[in-house]
């Protein structure tokens, strides 16, 4: 409706993390990553393309998430990072900080960390906390 055109997610799926699959490591993708399974390690895109990240209600994310559009349904243990925008749908659980440009929260969306909203500059979050401690 009144959402701008970069706030729309990617309809494309390149890549499918299935119910039953369990990762062990970092990922770095480009494109559109569905996320159904249990990943355990960062998640994140290579700066030069802006991808699309969507985990579902019965994805589970423990690690770093940043990527340019966000989709949450599921549960992520680590901070959260968006360059463009973030949607956490009703059953979205964060235990981490979520550094935003755009945030879009349903009912029922819980963060149990700091929401940092990043404005028209993207500065690092670890260089943050580090001026913030000075």
Do not use: C, W
Not at 51 to 56: A, E, G, P, V
Not at 65 to 93: C, D, H, T, W, Y
Not at 94 to 101: L, N, Q, S
Not at 121 to 134: A, G, K, L, T, Y
């Amino acid at each position: 409706m009144f959402f701008k055109k970069s706030n729309r997610v990617q309809n494309s799926i390149d890549t499918l993390v299935g119910v039953d699959t369990r990762i062990e490591g970092d990922i770095h993708f480009s494109g559109g990553l569905r996320v159904d399974g249990a990943i355990r390690g960062n998640v994140s895109e290579p700066n030069a393309s802006p991808s699309t990240l969507i985990l579902s209600e019965h994805g589970r994310i423990e690690g770093a998430v940043s990527a340019s559009k966000i989709v949450i349904n599921g549960k992520v243990v680590g901070p959260v990072k968006s360059n463009q925008f973030i949607e956490l749908q009703p059953k979205a659980r964060i235990t981490g900080d979520v550094y935003y440009k755009s945030l879009e929260m349903h009912t029922g969306a819980v963060i149990e960390g700091k929401l940092v909203y990043m404005g028209d500059h993207i500065q690092d979050p670890v260089q943050e906390s580090v001026s913030d401690n000075s």
